[in-house]
């Protein structure tokens, strides 16, 4: 926000209070959202619903007096202008129309703004204005909200900074819907998978109209890998490599049940299936052609226990490229063995999303 000869050309903030300075109706309150802020509907709804009904002048997360937060870095801008300064996170934030018109009055008067997180507070300190401290009042209504690092892990609620497009609306979408409405079109598989818990968020994170190549493990009664074809890897040329130990009655109930679903989808050429144990499959893939960083998405699931899961995703991180995604499926069980892998790659694992399924992405 700049001085009054470079008004409004300098910033984004600059230019809004321009605008609000032709057009602010004295009834209205103003919302400021800066582009590197995503929330979902039903947060965004529950915030509006919670600011409306207190109409403060000013709502903003941590809204704090210097006495308060004495080591903030910029409280030395308030200096021989405000007596006991104020400051608030502002990357977003609700304004009524007095305390912008406040705002503006003090442009006029000295000729430029101060940075707007003290501008903001500290006005409506002095003016004796309402102040509504959103970190105080609905903290359940933010995700990872701050100044910095960059927000990865994708979470339910209204987050900052979110810098990746992909995150950004990930989380902008974010949804519990439960099942995928073709789930009904199979014959019944094992529930507690993504596409009955996870559905509405992997519908928005991974769906590509461009070919894919999947590796799926512990892939059952085929239901998952189906629906991955159905709902997520559209393109036709999108292909799955699936694999699993179909052993003994309980495996040959499965067996039949995943050829009856890959036909009944119409996925009989996209779907190739490997049977027998995981590590095998994954080490002959490894020693194979073809195969080392070839895969795009690699779905880990089924795994006994939290070492098989350990020794999996060592194998299949050389088989992802670089770029790809890995899903691991936890559980308290193997928590402690995702832990020791996100450790040991972390350099190159950048964690997209947490939780029952753990989401990273291979860098270089």
Not at 47 to 68: K, P
Not at 173 to 186: D, E, L, Q, V
Not at 230 to 239: I, K, M, V, Y
Not at 243 to 248: M, Q, S
Request: proline share 3%.
């Amino acid at each position: 926000m700049g001085r009054i000869e470079d008004f409004p050309a300098i910033t984004a903030w600059s230019r809004a209070l321009s605008h609000l300075e032709r057009t602010l109706e004295d009834d209205e309150a103003v919302w400021f959202v800066e582009d590197d802020v995503a929330g979902g509907r039903e947060a965004f709804a529950h915030l509006l619903g919670i600011t409306s009904d207190v109409d403060a002048d000013l709502s903003a997360w941590e809204v704090r007096t210097r006495d308060e937060d004495p080591e903030w870095y910029f409280w030395s801008r308030a200096e021989g202008i405000f007596v006991s300064p104020c400051r608030a996170f502002q990357p977003l934030c609700r304004l009524s129309a007095r305390l912008v018109r406040q705002v503006l009055d003090f442009r006029s008067r000295h000729g430029e703004f101060v940075f707007h997180e003290l501008l903001f507070a500290s006005l409506a300190s002095a003016q004796g204005m309402r102040t509504l401290d959103w970190s105080r009042a609905c903290p359940g209504v933010f995700g990872e909200f701050r100044f910095r690092p960059e927000v990865r892990p994708i979470r339910a609620g209204i987050s900052h900074p979110v810098k990746d497009e992909r995150v950004h609306e990930a989380i902008c979408r974010y949804s519990n819907t439960a099942a995928s409405p073709k789930a009904a079109c199979y014959e019944a598989g094992c529930c507690a998978s993504w596409y009955a818990e996870d559905f509405g968020l992997w519908k928005r994170l991974f769906v590509a109209s461009v070919p894919v190549k999947i590796l799926a493990t512990g892939v059952a009664s085929g239901v998952g890998v189906s629906l991955m074809l159905d709902e997520l890897f559209l393109h036709p040329g999108s292909a799955i490599h699936a694999v699993d130990l179909y052993d003994g009655l309980e495996g040959e109930r499965l067996l039949a049940a995943f050829s009856a679903n890959v036909a009944r989808g119409g996925h009989t050429g996209r779907i190739r299936l490997y049977e027998g144990e995981c590590r095998e499959v994954l080490a002959w893939m490894i020693a194979g052609e073809g195969f080392w960083e070839s895969f795009d998405f690699i779905h880990l699931d089924g795994a006994s226990s939290g070492s098989a899961l350990l020794a999996d995703a060592c194998q299949a991180w050389s088989l992802l490229r670089i770029g790809g995604i890995l899903v691991l499926e936890g559980g308290l069980e193997r928590e402690a063995a995702i832990q020791s892998f996100r450790s040991v790659q972390a350099e190159r694992a950048e964690c997209l999303l947490g939780g029952r399924r753990v989401v990273l992405i291979r860098r270089e």
